[in-house]
């Protein structure tokens, strides 16, 4: 199943987004989803995972800030993003452990925190 990430877009330091993930397939429930960004100039990194049993997990950066959540009945995922800091800007993607190790990725969303 491949996974979409929207809702970014540019906001000040110490706001807040919401960021979703969709998914076409009845299979959705039983994936851990993965919260990724990647800056300029840097790799990609995992900032929160959420398992299919809904277990949750955050990188230090983002642990406190960021809360990953899923729906399974709409088939969609969130990342609430608080706290924003210039730091945090980057484009954003959600994938699922095998999409992950395949290196198949959705268009992600931009996040843009200005100071």
């Known amino acids: 199943v491949q996974l979409q990430a929207s809702g970014g877009g540019t906001v000040q330091a110490g706001g807040s987004l919401r960021l979703s993930c969709a998914a076409a397939?009845?299979?959705?429930?039983?994936?851990?989803i993965g919260w990724y960004r990647q800056a300029p100039g840097k790799q990609r990194e995992l900032v929160a995972l959420?398992?299919?049993?809904?277990?949750?997990n955050y990188a230090d950066s983002v642990k406190g800030r960021f809360t990953t959540s899923r729906e399974d009945a709409k088939n969609t995922g969130y990342l609430q993003m608080n706290s924003l800091r210039p730091e945090d800007t980057a484009v954003y993607y959600c994938?699922?452990?095998?999409?992950?190790?395949?290196?198949?990725w959705g268009q992600g969303t931009q996040v843009t925190v200005s100071s």
């Open positions: 994938n699922t452990p095998s999409g992950y190790a395949y290196d198949l």
């Open positions: 397939g009845s299979t959705f429930r039983s994936y851990s």
């Open positions: 959420i398992s299919s049993l809904g277990i949750t």
